[in-house]
């Protein structure tokens, strides 16, 4: 016989029950970082192989001293500032939609997406937790490409407002991991079929103004660069080290890119609603 | 006795072993890669330099748009064989080893030219690409040049990822770079030095370059005629060398067991 609870001494009922059910919050909250924090400590130890140095280091460098090359030959320091970044922003964009893209995917072959869908926590929160792992780890990818370009310009990069650079950056991050974790449940949607990542890849760089200001790009591409969010975060970027903006033009880049990060979460969540539903209906868990 | 059809094999082998024949990889792949590639390329040009520097990436990106999509495919289409078992089942049979290496290219080919001519179309739509001036029959030369040395190193490659199938993302990934860096796409070849400019020799399109920028410019078949037959040389000799490297591969594997795929 299930054990009834009572309510303690000197306290109504409806007050009890809204105790009761913020406390089952507060515990659901702590559960899902909980959560979150396994799923990114697991994926962050195993996020790097000798293959993933091979395809990433190796697909990324050459192109970055290319980039190097033209960006010695402007003899401008704007354009050896920006693209210095833009190079590592490159080889973790590359690195982390691969992988994030996979991801979804990954836990299906290994068998462990039914583990997830049987636990309490979201499934979203769960890859998430990974993808975090993976764009962080990313940074590593970036750190050769940016060793061979001072290599080749032999030039310290010169950033006119380096205090609003580095929250840039961070933005930049936090956009790069909206933008990549739309296609988690995306290529479980698309059957797995490999293959349209290989245009995705030089999309984002296109797209993103990591090696170039977006105002560089035809008018008519700039409004679809625009619907990604990294544009926004390039901008402030660029405003810093040019130093020409002000530092709430900067900080509004940053609203502007973190409302835009919130619509693709937004259809990310739905998509992870979708691949939940078709799975659970049809029952095809194992891909 | 029923005579077996080469392109009838080929074709299986193309459908059957590319994981890219599907219309979203496919469209991917060969029309909006390179294009995507070309309009980086062509504004990084004009960021960092000037327009027309960015006019003659538009042509040397489309033409790496070649060796891209073949390395990419016909690597992956071997591996395919390898790991779905059938390479072991066609190596039962008395098919002629010399044919069926080539063979594995014969459909890969027309998507080559395809991928090149999308690059020129979004350089043309994007860009303006100037293209009254161009000699086509000497472009077409040039393209084709281009296409068979690339397709020769493809299959060199995809051979040696017989014994390392693991390795195709990697050293696919890495054969792009080195081409982009050293065939003179963007960094002229006298920029390079001389132990890169001696690799980029045996490079495929590296002798393309030139040639595709006379072409543009009107020129006539005589200019292109020395550069092409130097590209022509270094296609000779992948398949020659590819063509042993199949045979003693196969050897190996069949020596060794690699051709079991129940741990690829």
């Known amino acids: 016989m299930a054990r009834q609870e009572s309510p303690p001494p000197n306290l109504p009922l409806p007050r009890y029950n809204a105790v009761l059910q913020n406390g089952m919050r507060a515990t659901n909250l702590l559960g899902y970082f909980y959560a979150l924090r396994g799923a990114f400590i697991q994926r962050w130890r195993t996020s790097s192989s000798t293959g993933d140095w091979v395809l990433y280091v190796g697909s990324t460098v050459p192109i970055a001293a290319v980039i190097a090359w033209l960006a010695r030959q402007s003899n401008n320091d704007l354009v050896i500032a920006y693209m210095s970044i833009g190079v590592v922003l490159m080889a973790v964009w590359q690195s982390s939609l691969f992988r994030v893209g996979w991801s979804l995917s990954d836990e299906m072959y290994a068998g462990t997406f039914e583990l997830g869908l049987i636990t309490p926590t979201p499934l979203l929160l769960v890859i998430l937790g990974k993808a975090l792992a993976l764009v962080a780890s990313g940074i590593v990818f970036g750190l050769p490409s940016y060793a061979i370009f001072f290599a080749i310009v032999q030039r310290a990069p010169h950033i006119a407002n380096v205090p609003m650079l580095i929250p840039s950056l961070l933005v930049a991050y936090a956009t790069m991991l909206a933008g990549v974790f739309l296609f988690s449940p995306l290529m479980v949607l698309s059957r797995g079929r490999g293959g349209f990542f290989n245009a995705l890849i030089p999309f984002g760089f296109t797209f993103s103004g990591f090696l170039y200001p977006i105002t560089t790009l035809p008018i008519g591409l700039q409004v679809l660069a625009r619907l990604l969010p990294m544009s926004w975060a390039s901008d402030a970027i660029a405003l810093s080290v040019r130093g020409d903006g002000a530092n709430l033009e900067i900080i509004g880049r940053w609203a502007i890119a973190f409302a835009v990060s919130a619509v693709w979460l937004l259809l990310t969540h739905l998509m992870f609603a979708t691949v939940e539903r078709r799975l659970r209906v049809t029952g095809q868990v194992n891909g | ?264």
């Open chain 2, 1 to 264: 006795m029923i005579k077996p059809n080469p392109v009838t094999r080929a074709w299986a082998a193309y459908k059957g072993l590319w994981g890219w024949f599907n219309w979203p990889a496919y469209i991917s792949n060969v029309f909006l890669r390179p294009g995507l590639t070309l309009i980086l390329f062509a504004l990084i040009g004009k960021f960092a330099l000037a327009a027309p520097a960015s006019q003659a990436y538009m042509i040397s990106v489309a033409v790496y748009a070649i060796p891209v999509i073949l390395l990419g495919s016909v690597g992956s289409s071997l591996v395919s064989d390898l790991r779905f078992g059938t390479l072991s089942l066609i190596l039962s049979t008395r098919a002629n080893r010399i044919a069926l290496y080539f063979e594995r290219l014969l459909f890969h080919l027309p998507n080559a030219l395809l991928t090149f001519a999308a690059a020129l179309v979004f350089a043309w739509l994007f860009f303006n690409l100037e293209l009254s001036a161009v000699s086509w029959p000497a472009l077409l030369l040039v393209v084709l040049a281009a296409i068979l040395s690339s397709a020769a190193l493809s299959l060199l490659v995809a051979t040696l990822l017989l014994v390392l199938p693991q390795g195709w993302n990697g050293m696919t990934a890495a054969l792009w770079g080195t081409i982009f860096a050293l065939s003179g796409v963007i960094i002229p070849l006298n920029a390079l030095p001389l132990p890169l400019r001696i690799i980029s020799e045996g490079l495929p399109i590296t002798h393309i370059m030139p040639a595709a920028q006379l072409a543009f410019a009107g020129a006539p078949f005589g200019e292109v005629a020395s550069h092409l037959a130097r590209e022509f040389l270094v296609a000779l000799g992948y398949a020659l060398f590819g063509c042993l490297l199949f045979h003693y591969v196969l050897e190996h594997l069949r020596r060794t067991g690699g051709l079991d795929t129940s741990h690829a």
